[in-house]
């Protein structure tokens, strides 16, 4: 059975700084790899996709790695804005033709202006 | 271009009460997933339709069913309510292609149960 871990489970950095979210995951047998955003109470919002055959994706700010092997993702978040604070997940896909996904139970961030 | 829309985003229910919560997925999608998120946890997959039909299924009872119909949009009915199923109730949807193609996965904003 997939499981997902996210740690820390809450984050705190000032505005500007740098910073990365863990993702690990126990079956390294997955499709691909989904980073979302979730601002308390709402919905969530799909940040990045890896396919499993990539390493990384980027959007803006946003770099997203893969691990496959060692089940590993980072979310990297450079220069950090007040903005940013949300709850990040991230979820796993399994092998083709199965799309459920598993998810972890997030990382709260708030970025302190 | 409307995203995924979900109804109603708030709902009060007491316990024994049947619900039902209705999806529209956005446009050019036709695979509705969804997903239970509990207060401070990650979404449970509950099934998944395409084609009208429920091609894949979570670990949740038969007290939850579904249907997708023609024009794609999808309802979640829940039979029989207990207090745990409270939660933010979302639904996603996929590009055309059906399950396994690649591509993001899609939700909207969730609709809210509480069940007293």
């Known amino acids: 059975k997939q499981e997902v871990t996210q740690i820390p489970a809450a984050l705190s950095v000032p505005e500007g700084e740098n910073l990365v979210l863990n993702c690990s995951f126990t079956?390294?047998?997955?499709?691909?790899l989904q980073w979302f955003r979730q601002d308390p109470g709402k919905g969530l919002t799909s940040l990045l996709l890896?396919?499993?055959?990539?390493r990384e994706q980027t959007s803006g700010r946003l770099n997203a790695s893969l691990d496959k092997s060692s089940g590993r993702s980072t979310l990297y978040i450079a220069a950090s804005q007040p903005g940013d604070s949300a709850t990040y997940l991230c979820?796993?896909?399994?092998?083709?033709?199965?799309?459920?996904?598993?998810f972890g139970t997030g990382t709260r961030l708030t970025i302190i202006p | 271009d409307a995203g995924v829309t979900q109804s109603p985003t708030h709902l009060i229910k007491t316990r024994g009460q049947q619900v039902t919560l209705r999806c529209s997925p956005k446009?050019?999608?036709?695979?509705v997933s969804w997903y239970q998120q509990a207060l401070g946890q990650g979404p449970q997959f509950i099934f998944q339709?395409?084609?009208?039909?429920?091609?894949q299924r979570g670990n949740f009872p038969d007290r939850f069913s579904g249907h997708q119909f023609p024009n794609y949009s999808s309802e979640l009915n829940v039979n029989a309510l207990l207090l745990g199923d409270s939660a933010l109730y979302l639904c996603?949807?996929?590009?055309?292609?059906?399950?396994?193609?690649?591509?993001?996965?899609?939700f909207g904003e969730g609709s809210r149960l509480t069940v007293l």
């Open positions: 446009s050019g999608h036709d695979t």
């Open positions: 339709y395409y084609e009208e039909e429920e091609r």
């Open positions: 979820a796993v896909s399994s092998v083709f033709g199965n799309e459920k996904l598993t």
């Open positions: 996603a949807s996929r590009p055309q292609g059906g399950p396994g193609i690649a591509g993001e996965l899609f």
């Open positions: 890896i396919q499993s055959s990539q």
């Open positions: 079956d390294s047998a997955i499709y691909n």
